[in-house]
């Protein structure tokens, strides 16, 4: 069953009639993205939804696209018909060919960034604002991110190749939401570098929680465990892990994939690479 937005936002028909939805796609046609224009902005801007210049434009030639007293939602396009809600507000004021100014209706503040919506608005640029009825009843919840979007999307475990300050940022929830879910739902062999001294080790997750189980057994010990690895980090301690080593997924299959498999994967790297003699696997 589809979750709508009107099932997050849950307003009254009365409300709903007295609410504008805005859809702000480029900055004139060709222009720059109005999503780029709002990750501009600082953190604690995006977050309390007053990011000047991105939300409710005041009018629409000659016409006011918002009326005092009036409830707005701004919705940037992220993807193809995929929004995300960056603002809510109270209109205030309307000055002639300036963005409103407005109230920020606290109680949609957590959603602010992380609420993405499923909407045909269609590719027309100069056409933003619309009654709030108009779609209410078609807007699909795609889904709620856990951290405030960053502009960055998981592109494939094809391209997973994370240097360890990235890696932790993803995995504390700083950046890149989709990543860490993802990381979760494959088994595979992956390759640590060390970037200092070009050695590498290659190693296998056949966890519940796949490669993201694996990988934060890293963060939280540097060494996950590893014979060289350990020695390493006695003799140069977890900040030389930070500032070098690199994470690299080499193969991915899916959970039901028989974990045996996967091993003699991870053999078949070693050998290939010869982390055994020239890395740091010790077997």
Known sequence: MELLLNNILNLTEQQINNSKIEF???IGKGGMPFIDRWLKCSETDRISGICKSCSFWGWYGEQRNFSLGQWAFSFLRI?????????????????KNDWATYNVLDQYKPFFGRLVIRCKKGNTFSRYVFNLGKYIETAVVKEILPCVYSGEIFEGYDKVHLPYHRLADIFSGKILPTYYEALKKVIGVYCLTDTFTGKLYIGSATGENGVAQRWGNYLA????GNKKLIDLYNKE??????????????????QSYDPIKVIEREQYWKHCLDTIKNGYNDN
Request: charge should be negative; charged fraction near 25%.
């Open 24 to 26: 702000n796609m480029n």
């Open 79 to 95: 993807g193809e018909d995929e929004w995300l809600l960056i603002s809510a507000g109270e209109i205030i004021d309307t000055p």
């Open 221 to 224: 010990s540097k060494h996950g």
């Open 237 to 254: 301690g977890k900040e030389y892990f930070e500032t070098n080593f690199t994470f690299t997924l080499l193969e991915y299959f899916g």
